[in-house]
């Protein structure tokens, strides 16, 4: 059974650039969320999608944005990036019917220059 | 803002019960207790969580207290893989997971 899977692991961007990561979510998982992770603190959570709809947003600007696709895997694009925006991108999944409990992929390490 | 407060690192001898407190002094009558682990770079992992009753799971149990302010996670026999930063979360059915900056664990040999 297939957890969650994250591409790339790592990426390298300067500022000002645009950059997409993706997310594939556990096997019969239906709902999607996107952390920040900044260094030594706890992942701030950016927003969820469910049925191919973004259903809540954290305090992130619209640089943030998202998508998730009909097979329930998901892109999180940043714009016009910034040296602040360097962080672990986590992805997470959960169905929907089945409560809270969340399962997070291993991450990707975003450095903007 | 984390609707939880933990203390900022333990320590633990290998081999000894782990205990992890934590206070949720707001928590309402809805609103679950989750704890997650996250060691060095890796996503966090599921724990346990629980309501109001006590909880045991293959990983730890989750003692939560008669009026629901705190709750203690206890790894009964801790490793040294079991060093990793525990966040403990209070949280309502569909809401969104707020992390605080959660309990560094160190499991000494």
């Known amino acids: 059974d297939a957890g969650v899977t994250q591409s790339p692991t790592h990426l390298i961007k300067t500022r000002g650039q645009q950059v997409t990561l993706r997310c594939s979510p556990k096997?019969?998982?239906?709902?999607v969320s996107w952390y920040q992770q900044a260094l030594g603190q706890g992942p701030q959570f950016i927003f969820q999608?469910?049925?191919?709809?973004?259903?809540q947003r954290g305090n992130f600007p619209d640089r943030f944005s998202g998508h998730q696709f009909p097979n329930y895997s998901s892109e999180l694009n940043v714009n016009a990036l910034l040296l602040g925006d360097s962080a672990l991108y986590l992805c997470?999944?959960?169905?929907?019917?089945?409560?809270?409990?969340?399962?997070f992929g291993p991450g990707t390490r975003l450095t903007v220059l | 803002d984390a609707k939880t407060t933990q203390p900022t690192s333990m320590d633990c001898a290998e081999g000894r019960a782990a205990n992890l407190p934590c206070n949720h002094s707001?928590?309402?009558?809805?609103?679950?207790v989750y704890w997650y682990r996250q060691i060095h770079s890796q996503g966090p992992q599921y724990i346990i969580h629980?309501?109001?009753n006590n909880e045991t799971n293959e990983m730890a149990s989750l003692i939560i207290t008669e009026d629901r302010k705190s709750s203690t996670l206890i790894l009964p026999h801790a490793t040294l893989r079991d060093t990793a930063v525990y966040y403990c979360?209070?949280?309502?059915?569909?809401?969104?997971?707020?992390f605080g900056p959660g309990t560094r664990l160190s499991v000494l040999p």
């Open positions: 629980g309501l109001k």
């Open positions: 979360i209070v949280i309502d059915y569909g809401q969104n997971f707020v």
């Open positions: 999608y469910y049925e191919e709809e973004e259903r």
């Open positions: 096997s019969g998982h239906d709902t």
């Open positions: 707001t928590i309402s009558g809805n609103e679950y």
């Open positions: 997470a999944s959960s169905l929907k019917a089945q409560g809270d409990e969340q399962f």
